[in-house]
């Protein structure tokens, strides 16, 4: 594994609790990631690309991507109504972030 330098990259969170049984986006805009956890609290998820959310991440669990975009990824829940909360932790380019955060 190559190790990025700190210096160029800065860490982001997103938190999202499932309301509907609906698939979500947990961002509406690129995020370019280094890596990103998706932790998975209550209940479990399923989570993938629009119209093939059929991984399954189990409550408690924690998955880890590298090198994506998190626009790209849905979430909903595993079974209907348990509103399952995620969250999900990446590290991004700082030059990625300083061009968003002017």
């Given at each position: 594994m190559t190790?990025?330098?700190?210096?160029l990259n800065?860490?982001?969170?997103?938190?999202?609790?499932?309301a509907d049984?609906?698939?979500?986006?947990?961002?509406?805009?690129?995020?370019?990631?280094y890596e990103a956890n998706v932790h998975v609290?209550?209940?479990?998820?399923?989570?993938?690309?629009?119209?093939?959310?059929?991984?399954?991440?189990n409550a408690g669990d924690v998955v880890w991507f590298n090198n994506g975009n998190l626009k790209d990824f849905l979430f909903k829940n595993s079974t209907a109504?348990?509103?399952?909360?995620?969250v999900v932790v990446a590290t991004v380019p700082t030059v990625y972030m300083k061009q968003v955060l002017g």
């Open positions: 190790q990025i330098p700190t210096s800065s860490l982001v969170a997103f938190s999202m609790t499932m049984d609906n698939e979500h986006r947990i961002v509406d805009f690129d995020i370019p990631f609290y209550t209940n479990a998820a399923k989570y993938g690309a629009m119209g093939v959310c059929d991984a399954t991440i109504g348990s509103n399952t909360k995620i």
